[in-house]
T-cell receptor
């Protein structure tokens, strides 16, 4: 089945540094990818929609200069947490929409990565 | 904002018993997704529902979407330890796969 690879799975960085997280669709093309954040014991919150070849669209309250998104190819989106601070520590997870899947065909057009746990010290 | 309520927040069930998790939206849904997550890990896709009155089953898990497309239930029959985890419903309100997630249901299976 379709797989989304997210890397790294865990990262620890010092306050003030930047961290890049990759989300890669391994066997399908994804014009659209989504980035979510999950705080401990809370649900997933959509941060932004990543569109190949165009600017990402951010949800209300998400700082676009803080969370830089680049979707340069049909199989790769990256999220860079710039000047990270301890409050950015969270679980970040991406999902990718399979361009070749039809809705209701029995499967799902959406595939999630395994997430990245970011700890900022 | 699109509200999505999931209940119960936690559930402790004896192995072999049946259980139901509910997900209710304040707005009509385009689609409803059910996922299972182990804490701090990725999401395992369970089922996607799009049509009013639709029902899907996989192994011992059945998901239903009501006719009004605002409420969904996930039913597990004869629960097993492998069913333990966090169950999340995700609502697609506009057909753009931007999901709003419920707060999750933490399922514990006891012997």
């Amino acid at each position: 089945g379709a797989v989304v690879s997210q890397h790294p799975s865990r990262v620890i960085c010092k306050s003030g540094t930047s961290v890049k997280i990759e989300c890669r669709s391994l066997d399908f093309q994804a014009t659209t990818m989504f980035w979510y954040r999950q705080f401990p014991k809370q649900s997933l919150m959509l941060m932004a929609t990543s569109n190949e070849g165009s600017k990402a669209t951010y949800e209300q309250g998400v700082e676009k200069d803080k969370f830089l998104i680049n979707h340069a190819s049909l199989t790769l989106s990256t999220l860079t947490v710039t000047s990270a601070h301890p409050e950015d520590s969270s679980f970040y997870i991406c999902s990718a929409r399979d361009d070749g899947t039809f809705d209701g065909a029995g499967g799902t057009p959406l595939h999630f990565g395994n997430g990245t746990r970011l700890t900022v010290t | 904002s699109q509200e999505l309520e999931q209940s119960p927040q936690s559930l402790i069930v004896q192995e072999g018993k049946n259980l139901t998790i509910n997900c209710t939206s304040s707005k009509t849904l385009y689609g409803l997704y059910w996922y299972k997550q182990k804490y701090g890990e990725g999401l395992i896709f369970l089922m996607m529902l799009q049509k009013g009155g639709e029902e899907k089953s996989h192994e011992k898990i059945t998901a239903k979407l009501d006719e009004k497309k605002q409420q969904s239930s996930l039913h597990i029959t004869a629960s097993q330890p492998s069913h333990a985890g966090i169950y999340l419903c995700g609502a697609d309100h506009f057909g753009n796969e931007k999901l709003t997630f419920g707060t999750g249901t933490r399922l514990t299976i006891i012997p």
